[in-house]
């Protein structure tokens, strides 16, 4: 009987880590789930609403006050923007510059580098080689600007 016993025991023992073999490798890695990529992350939250400024500084200095009604709508490829004034053209198209979706490139060659985009923050940076005058105030001012908005 002790033979029976421990052909048994084997024979149960051999089938339960087949058990478990079959078991775990159906489970896998998650490994087949799609992927989103960052650029398409970030496609979702640029598009999901109008954005509304919040602050703008150039240069480390306050401008706020000097698009205090720039809005911006962005769409799969192209942008709209509301009292954009020079550096916010009212539409044109921008792609992403590569894969981590870290600056996007408008079609007027600008590069505005995407420093932060959550689904209720967005801040872009971009460096503005000019300044312009219009009816008789400042539209727009040369240097480092850092537009920060809200939904």
Known sequence: MKAFNSTATRISLSVLVLIFIG??????????????SKQDQVKAILTASPWKVNTVSVDGVDKTIT???LGLTFTNTGFTSVSGGAIWPASGTWSFTSADATAIKRDDGLEVSIQEATATSLKLGLTWTKT??????TNSVSGAHVFSFRK
Request: glycine share 18%.
């Open 23 to 36: 078991f775990f490798s159906s489970c896998g890695s998650g490994s087949d789930a799609p992927t989103i």
């Open 132 to 137: 312009t005058i219009g009816q008789g105030r």
């Open 67 to 69: 698009y205090k009604d």
